[in-house]
């Protein structure tokens, strides 16, 4: 019977990566090439073009669902009319 206290292939996985994340964290802080502000600064305006750079895809994933919609209307309408009946067709007594 397994026992149940044994740290198991997960447990193990995820401590093996928690320490290389406080490893590499821990080096990046030592080898940081610029101090605190300049740093906070560089960060800020990363952060900053990143979410104008999410706000302009969004614009355009709207702009470009706006015009799927009217596609996709335009080819219902399209649809619609072809299949309506004509007047020869909804005349009393008139045949295929």
Not at 3 to 14: L, N
Not at 67 to 94: C, H, I, K, M, Y
Request: with cysteine; net charge positive.
């Amino acid at each position: 019977m397994p026992d149940a206290t044994a740290p198991t292939k997960t447990m193990t996985g995820m401590r093996a990566f928690a320490t290389g994340v406080a490893i590499g964290a821990a080096v990046t802080l030592l080898c940081a090439p610029a101090r605190g502000r300049e740093t906070r600064a560089y960060l800020t305006r990363t952060a900053r073009n990143g979410r104008e750079r999410a706000r302009q895809a969004a614009r355009a994933g709207q702009a470009a669902l706006v015009r799927q919609q009217q596609r996709f209307n335009d080819a219902v309408g399209l649809g619609r009319s072809r299949s309506a009946p004509t007047d020869e067709e909804t005349e009393p007594g008139a045949t295929r």
